[in-house]
């Protein structure tokens, strides 16, 4: 007997990938991963007595030497760098020394904006900035609550500085930056799996692990987020996924580039 019912059971086709297709995504796949090509040309003595004099954090030597394994960031700053053109302007709230500014100012782009609360680090970015013989446009301010914001800007780029902070949301971060977009525009970010939930101890700071429970900090990794939770997020804001891609770090992150959402 035919039965209606049954059809619906019944999975619409869905084209194999084609072996280009896959060949694609393997090449971009590696690609991302190829730990080369990211590095900033600046010597560590430099770095140690810039850092010394501006007083800036040392982490902010480490990002610089270590960057080419930071795929958290040489992952979005090279699809920036793949995909938009170099009059493109970028803006990186939390931009730290603007090592991520400098590097795509070596790629060619021009108009590089970028925030940062901590004057030390905004003064070690002006030395760097000057032995690198690039100049960035960035001011000090608060991104969660920012005071100034760029108009017309080719890129958000978002990396390792909003899932740190104590009451920052993604969702927030889409509302105050959207407005700062071109039509064309995209967001670059990374954000912390959801995965790292069920890491034994995720909830403490990871430098607090071995004391005991009651003396530890909670994490320094405020949310975490699922591959569901932000495209439900960038449609909610009008936007779409584009691409993401994870890293192999702990705690794992997500790169992820959201173009906004087509109208039918
Ligand atoms: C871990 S660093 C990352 C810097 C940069 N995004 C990178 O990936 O190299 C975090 C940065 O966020 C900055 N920051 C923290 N809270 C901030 C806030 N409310 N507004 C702007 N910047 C902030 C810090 O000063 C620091 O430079």
Not at 153 to 158: E, M, P, T, V, W
Not at 176 to 188: D, M, Q, R
Request: charged fraction near 20%; charge should be positive.
């Amino acid at each position: 007997m035919h039965n209606e019912t049954a059809f619906s059971q019944v999975q619409p086709h869905t084209p194999a990938p084609l072996p280009l297709d896959l060949f694609r995504r393997g090449f971009e796949y590696l690609r991302d991963r190829w730990p080369l090509g990211h590095t900033l040309p600046v010597q560590d003595n430099f770095l140690q007595t810039a850092a010394g004099q501006s007083k800036a954090p040392p982490w902010h030597i480490e990002a610089i030497v270590r960057r080419n394994w930071r795929r958290h960031v040489s992952i979005p700053c090279g699809w920036i760098a793949r995909h938009l053109p170099r009059q493109a302007a970028i803006f990186e709230p939390g931009c730290g020394s603007g090592a991520n500014l400098l590097w795509l100012a070596s790629r060619g782009f021009t108009h590089l904006n970028g925030s940062d609360i901590d004057e030390t680090v905004l003064e070690f970015s002006d030395r760097l900035q000057t032995h690198l013989g690039h100049s960035l446009n960035i001011w000090q301010d608060n991104a969660l609550a920012p005071s100034r914001l760029p108009k017309n800007q080719g890129a958000i780029l978002s990396v390792n500085w909003l899932y740190h902070l104590p009451g920052a949301s993604q969702d927030s971060f889409f509302d105050i930056y959207k407005g700062c977009l071109s039509p064309e525009g995209v967001f670059v970010f990374d954000a912390v799996s959801h995965k790292y939930n069920t890491v034994a101890n995720n909830q403490y700071h990871t430098d607090d692990w071995g004391m005991p429970e009651d003396q530890r900090r909670p994490s320094e990794y405020t949310f975490r987020l699922s591959h569901q939770d932000v495209a439900d997020l960038a449609r909610r804001h009008g936007f779409s996924v584009l691409r993401q891609t994870m890293t192999h770090s702990r705690p794992q992150r997500c790169v992820y580039m959201l173009g906004r959402a087509r109208q039918n």
